[in-house]
């Protein structure tokens, strides 16, 4: 009789351990942070060199004191998706020669595109984004739209790069795909 007493006391704990560890589990999952990084169309992500800057960006010394490297801008949006706040500690890439400088500001000029008949000019300018202050502390369900800027030296050829950002948790990637800026000019 006693033995049926304590294998009942027994199940009946092992019943709501496992319980616990199953709830403790589930809120781990609802509250472990979560970041959607999402490009906006309206700012295109925007590659050029040192010497299509000269024409259509306003640049102060390169912080990297090479004029061969070629400039990048990225705008992005970045919301926390989680039930807990989240903090962005540090944005850097995966590839090799690209730097990011997030202290560095570009101020880009309108560029004429054309004249319509009534002599009307059409200017077309970059949109940007502010600047991301990093460290930066999203709230849960809050958002962040910023512009990075990046460098990428000589060894580094192509417009595609994974963008790294770190959180005390977590460390989400984003590929990042630019678009030549005399190609955005292009396009009206």
Do not use: W
């Amino acid at each position: 009789m006693i033995a049926y007493i304590s294998l009942g006391i027994a199940t009946l704990g092992a019943i709501t351990g496992i319980s616990g560890l199953l709830i403790q589990f589930f809120q781990y999952l609802v509250q472990k942070p979560k970041i959607k990084i999402l490009e906006v169309d309206q700012y295109p992500n925007l590659l050029f060199s040192t010497e299509e800057s000269k024409k259509y960006v306003k640049l102060d010394r390169h912080p990297l004191g090479n004029d061969g490297y070629r400039y990048g801008i990225i705008n992005l949006e970045i919301s926390n998706t989680s039930r807990s706040d989240v903090t962005v500690n540090s944005i850097n890439t995966t590839n090799f020669g690209v730097f990011v400088h997030l202290e560095y500001k570009f101020e880009f000029k309108e560029k004429h595109i054309s004249t319509d008949a009534q002599g009307y000019a059409t200017y077309k300018r970059v949109k940007i984004f502010p600047k991301i202050e990093i460290p930066k502390r999203l709230n849960q369900y809050d958002a962040v739209s910023c512009s990075i800027p990046i460098f990428m030296n000589n060894h580094f050829q192509g417009n595609e790069i994974d963008l790294l950002i770190k959180t005390p948790v977590k460390v989400f990637k984003k590929h990042v795909v630019f678009l030549e800026l005399e190609k955005y000019f292009q396009n009206p």
